[in-house]
């Protein structure tokens, strides 16, 4: 099952429990509410009918029908008959409902009123009687019949098949609401889990891949995932090709070798002697042995990242670079100097810092226009060193704030400039495999100021990983 039929599936499902809960509450709590509504105005007709009674009698000036017609203001639910008797047990009037075509306040007619009377006469009654007194002397008595119980009643009935009406049509709108809003989100993140999907596929068959972040997080760090990957493999492929080269190179030498003997022997210089072939054989097992571990070497998955801890002075470190580069800058007519003098021993991995801050360097270099400058500031905590580089150049626009470190990327000021776009990569995974951070303040055409934090002795800590 798709992901989209899966969330349809579930969002319905929610949405009918949802309603069906919440129809059975408001049923219940309304149900109870109309019983008592009915219960009182029961007993309220009832008193009604009591009191007119005992006037009417009393005086003797009220006829039957008069009374009658009185009375058939009184049936209304529960009610559906009213007899009254005399004294003497003969009857005054009896009205129905049955004859006045009305179920409670509602009018009934045609073929409603056909088959309520038949619903009602289906249903259990029973009878209330009270003695009609005048001045405690009993002078008539009154029969009314009612259905047994609430639940009997035609209006009870009626509001219920109304409800259960309004309940399966707010069941179909919500519904087609849910499935709506369903299809619309399910869109969305459908494709998104496909751009995903082909964004895995590129990276499978080697291809760069460009597609938007989803706002989903978890799809969204799923693609942060892939993206990290892939600039791994692309560093992995880069390495790759190094230990190639590397390995081609080492393949050259013992060739090289057998290749003047060779032409030595042709030559008359050299004679095929048995020294000479132990020479042969020793440069053929070189290159047997290279061979061997080529397949191993090259498809390696291992990560070296082994630190290389040792005790040096801080100041000392960042003056080798400096002398290192200081031709570079001035040849720019850079002004590219150290502020401070300070000096401390640390204990670090001192080829990663220094290729971090090289690389900085090299990338403040590159965007700082003739005649500017590039200043390094450092200052020795307690428990931590933090170098800062600043230079006037271009600036860094808060867009690539945050893509800067990422490996290849190359905004539009350097798409014409050489390098590979892994100087600040390579920076920021120096830094994190020696426990520091480095963090980017920047303003277009203002300039930039990297700061780079760090342990001042990450001996213990890391002798402890390995």
């Known amino acids: 099952m798709t992901v989209k039929k899966q969330w349809l599936f579930v969002l319905i499902l929610i949405a ?63 009610i559906t008959r009213i007899k009254v008797y005399d004294l003497n047990g003969n ?10 075509s009305y179920v409670g306040n509602y009018p009934m007619h045609g073929m409603m009123h056909h088959m309520m009377g038949r619903m009602m006469n289906s249903r259990f009654e029973e009878v ?18 009612k259905y047994s119980s609430a639940e009997n009643s035609a209006a009870i009935w009626m509001f219920q098949s109304s409800l259960l009406k309004n309940s399966i049509l707010s069941i179909v709108i919500v519904l087609l609401v849910a499935i709506g809003i369903g299809i619309l989100v399910s869109d969305k993140m459908n494709r998104d889990l496909i751009h995903t999907a082909e964004m895995a596929q590129n990276l499978d068959m080697g291809n760069d891949t ?6 989903v997080k978890e799809i969204h760090m799923i693609q942060q995932s892939l993206e990290s990957l892939q600039s791994r493999l692309k560093i992995r492929q880069t390495s790759r090709k190094t230990l190639i080269d590397e390995l081609v190179h080492q393949t050259r030498t013992p060739l090289t ?11 008359g210089i050299i004679e095929l002697v048995p020294e000479e072939i132990k020479i042969w054989e020793n440069q053929i097992d070189n290159i047997t042995a290279i061979i061997t571990n080529m397949s191993s070497m090259i498809d390696a998955e291992k990560t070296e990242n082994t630190l290389a801890i040792e005790e040096f002075e801080l100041s000392q470190l960042i003056r080798q670079i400096v002398n290192g580069l ?45 005649y500017g400058k590039v200043y390094i500031t450092y200052q020795i905590n307690k428990d ?44 920021k995974e120096n830094m994190t495999s020696i426990h520091g951070t480095i963090v980017v303040e920047s303003e277009i055409n203002k300039g930039s100021r990297f700061i780079l934090t760090l342990p001042k002795n990450i001996c213990m800590k890391n002798e402890e990983m390995l």
């Open 16 to 78: 009918i429990i949802s309603v069906v809960i919440n129809t059975m509450v408001l049923s219940t709590l309304t149900n109870q509410y109309f019983k008592d509504y009915i219960k009182d105005s029961y007993d309220q007709h009832f008193n009604q009918i009591v009191e007119y009674l005992s006037n009417a009698l009393k005086n003797g000036s009220y006829s039957s029908s008069q009374i009658s017609m009185d009375l058939e203001t009184h049936l209304v639910d529960p």
């Open 91 to 100: 009857l005054i009037s009896d009205v129905s409902t049955d004859v006045q």
């Open 128 to 145: 209330d009687y009270a003695q009609i007194k005048d001045n405690g002397k009993a002078i008539g008595q009154v029969n009314i019949i």
């Open 210 to 215: 460009l597609i938007g972040h989803s706002k």
């Open 257 to 267: 070798i057998l290749r003047t003997h060779l032409e030595g022997i042709e030559d």
């Open 326 to 370: 200081k031709a570079q800058f001035k040849k720019k007519h850079i002004d590219f100097r150290v502020n401070t003098q300070e000096k401390g021993m640390i204990k670090s991995d001192k080829y990663r810092l220094s290729q971090a801050i090289y690389n900085i360097l090299t990338n403040s270099y590159k965007f700082t226009k003739p």
């Open 384 to 427: 931590t060193i933090i170098i800062s580089i600043e230079d006037n150049g271009s600036g860094i626009s808060e867009e690539e704030l945050d893509k800067i470190f990422n490996a290849y990327y190359k905004n539009n000021k350097s798409m014409g400039s050489s390098g590979d776009g892994l100087g600040l990569y390579i920076a």
